[in-house]
């Protein structure tokens, strides 16, 4: 059973991380997919309760593993259940799934079609095979791809997101990537900095420059009529947008325990420094908060630039 969170606290975001088992054993990965940690039903049950049951109105709720679509039963019960529950308490529960895409079909898109669940889909653009492997060493991008075309074909493009890996020995190819995900289907992005290699002054450097690329793409896409998004400028925007707190979404691993610290770096003390996650995720931020501000001073008038500050905000509050 999960410890409990005082009823007094309004969770806005959660992540639920539902087992350690995967179908892929990527090179990056801190999990122990050997490890055989999943959630139980109870456990599923008794958090999402608490969870949608706690003060407040909104309720953002990411499911993640490991490989969360390796306990589909589990995983479609449980968003059943958040949808009786937001109904029975009156709120807003905004629910996303994180997935490698490999185990995605026409039944359980049109699943989340229908339950209005937000899909994100990690792909890690021309490195892909080299970082995000099977077991026997073989690369799983042509199933990756060939998930998020079904995905892309069934769901909406509000509904959908890449979680696009940024290696810092690959971030020379990030922009493009990032505009290869956009001729996919994708019209949300959300850069994901791979952590535990070294990020080097270079590398830091290149992101910067890369960024700058991206953000040219994306006031591009907006005057074009088909706008781009990312989501840590879009949570930004929500958050400016709404006038509310922007804080850590509570994590929730496969025993049902809420913590502070995301599963993945539970148990990967002796690879994982702090020091450096801090200052990777803060580089991202800082580009994408140089990036938001321009868009709500762009947004202050009237036309295209107004109408994607609406969108974004939306998306900010989806995963």
Same mark, same amino acid.
């Given at each position: 059973m999960p410890t409990s969170v005082r009823t007094d606290c309004d969770v806005l975001r959660a992540r639920i991380?539902?087992? !350690?088992?995967?179908?892929?054993r990527c090179s990056?990965? #801190?999990?122990?997919?050997?490890?055989?940690?999943?959630? !139980?039903?109870?456990?599923a049950r008794a958090v999402l309760d608490e969870l949608i049951s706690s003060p407040g109105p909104l309720k953002v709720i990411g499911i993640y593993g490991g490989e969360p679509m390796t306990r589909w039963p589990l995983l479609?019960?449980?968003? /059943?259940?958040?949808?009786?529950?937001e109904k029975e308490r009156g709120k807003t529960v905004r629910l996303s799934v994180a997935t490698n895409g490999l185990l995605l079909d026409a039944a359980s898109l049109g699943f989340f079609r229908r339950e209005r669940v937000h899909l994100c889909i990690s792909l890690?653009?021309?490195f892909h095979d080299r970082y995000r492997r099977h077991g026997d060493g073989r690369g799983s991008a042509r199933q990756a791809e060939r998930g998020a075309a079904?995905?892309?074909?069934? /769901? @909406? @493009?509000? =509904?959908l997101t890449a979680l696009q890996g940024?290696? @810092?020995q690959a971030v020379s190819g990030m922009a493009a990537d990032f505009s290869r995900l956009l001729s996919l289907g994708f019209?949300?992005?959300? #850069?994901?900095?791979? =952590?535990g290699p070294a990020w080097t002054r270079s590398a830091r450097s290149l992101f910067s420059r890369r960024f700058a690329r991206v953000r040219a793409r994306v006031e591009g896409s907006i005057r074009d009529g088909v706008p781009a998004f990312l989501q840590p400028v879009n949570r930004m925007l929500f958050h400016s947008i709404s006038g509310s707190e922007d804080r850590p979404a509570l994590q929730v691993h496969p025993s049902g325990r809420f913590s502070d610290m995301p599963y993945p770096f539970a148990h990967a003390e002796?690879?994982?420094?702090?020091?450096?996650?801090? !200052?990777? /995720?803060? /580089?991202r931020q800082r580009a994408a908060s140089a990036l938001a501000r321009r868009l709500l001073l762009l947004g202050g008038r009237r036309g295209a630039f107004a109408d994607y500050l609406r969108q974004a905000a939306d998306l900010g509050c989806s995963q």
């Open positions: 991380a539902i087992t !350690s088992d995967c179908n892929l990056y990965c #801190f999990i122990d997919k050997e490890r055989g940690e999943r959630m !139980s039903r109870s456990a479609e019960e449980m968003i /059943l259940r958040a949808r009786f529950l890690d653009g021309r079904l995905a892309a074909s069934i /769901l @909406p @493009p509000e =509904q940024v290696h @810092p019209r949300n992005v959300n #850069f994901e900095m791979i =952590q002796a690879r994982f420094r702090a020091e450096s996650l801090g !200052s990777i /995720l803060e /580089l």
